[in-house]
């Protein structure tokens, strides 16, 4: 099983889209991650964490699942470099690949040590920039496998026919 487990700020920070997003909402630039990384999980299958720091929020960790995407908020005085340290650690055997998506070196080099493979956010972004052309690809398949009917229409049928079925005249 492969595992990514991704540094949620650090990518937000790295990404054009989501850097520029945090300066309007911060709260939609997290949600739009945790989007794209279900995107990511439903073409790779991986298991996807996401880890953010908690940012002197008194109280405990804070678990949640969205669209299969697993995401941590850290406890109090406990950063995501730390919980994903961790996470690497526990998860890891002889059955399972993590991959840490960070830019953070100091990071990245800690995570080696745990027998991690480690992402960049450019490589993170580039991969997502892949899968999102795929998904764009099959939805326009879909959608003309779906448009094209047995008796072939012109245009100006098509869409008397179209106006019948929503009950306009």
């Known amino acids: 099983m492969d595992i990514l487990i991704v540094d949620g700020y650090n990518i937000i920070g790295a990404w054009p889209e989501l850097r520029k997003l945090k300066t309007v909402d ?35 960790e804070k678990k949640s699942k969205n669209h299969k995407v697993e995401v941590i908020f850290t406890r109090e005085n406990e950063t995501a470099d730390e919980r994903i340290e961790k996470l690497a650690k526990e998860l890891n055997d002889r059955r399972t690949q993590i991959h840490v998506a960070t830019s953070d070196y100091t990071e990245q ?8 493979l480690r992402k960049s956010a450019r490589e993170l972004l580039t991969e997502m920039g892949l899968i ?38």
């Open 26 to 60: 911060f709260a939609e630039a997290r949600k739009l991650l945790i989007e794209k990384m279900a995107e990511y999980q439903a073409i790779t299958g991986y298991r996807v964490i996401v880890v953010f720091d908690a940012h002197l929020v008194q109280g405990t």
């Open 132 to 169: 999102e052309k795929g998904i764009e690809k099959k939805v326009k398949k879909t959608y003309q496998k779906k448009s094209l009917t047995k008796i072939p229409l012109t245009d100006e049928m098509a869409e008397i026919f179209e106006k019948w079925r929503r009950g306009e005249k």
């Open 109 to 116: 080099w800690a995570i080696f040590g745990q027998g991690a």
